[in-house]
C-alpha cells in the first residue's frame, strides 16, 4: 500500500501551502462536502473542507502522481 503524505509532507513536496491547492477527491463526496461543511480526504490524504473555486487553484502534485499511477490509485482507493 502507498503511504499518505502528511499536510507536511505535501507542502514540502509542492513548495505550497496544502490548503492553497486543488486536490483530487472521490466525486461522490464532494456534493456532501460542499452542501454540508464535511470535512473532505484527498488521494494525498490532505484533509480539508472545500472553501474555494478548485479551478483557480494550481493542482496537488502528490495527488496527480497517485491519480496518473494505476497501483498506486487502486491501493489507496480501497481507503476513502
Same mark, same amino acid.
Given at each position: 500500500?502507498?503511504?499518505?503524505?502528511?499536510?507536511?509532507?505535501?507542502?514540502? +513536496?509542492? /513548495?505550497?501551502? @496544502?490548503? !492553497?491547492?486543488? +486536490? =483530487?477527491?472521490?466525486? !461522490? +463526496?464532494?456534493?456532501?462536502?460542499?452542501?454540508? /461543511?464535511?470535512?473532505?480526504?484527498?488521494? %494525498? /490524504? +490532505?484533509?480539508?473542507?472545500? !472553501?474555494?473555486? @478548485?479551478?483557480?487553484?494550481?493542482? %496537488?502534485? @502528490? %495527488?496527480?502522481?497517485?491519480?496518473?499511477? @494505476? !497501483?498506486?490509485?487502486?491501493?489507496?482507493?480501497? =481507503?476513502?
Amino acid at each position: 500500500m502507498t503511504d499518505t503524505l502528511t499536510q507536511e509532507d505535501v507542502e514540502l +513536496h509542492t /513548495g505550497i501551502d @496544502p490548503d !492553497k491547492l486543488a +486536490h =483530487y477527491v472521490k466525486r !461522490k +463526496h464532494i456534493i456532501n462536502s460542499v452542501v454540508g /461543511g464535511f470535512e473532505l480526504e484527498a488521494l %494525498c /490524504g +490532505h484533509r480539508f473542507v472545500q !472553501k474555494q473555486d @478548485p479551478n483557480k487553484l494550481p493542482i %496537488c502534485r @502528490p %495527488c496527480k502522481e497517485i491519480y496518473n499511477d @494505476p !497501483k498506486a490509485l487502486a491501493s489507496i482507493m480501497q =481507503y476513502l
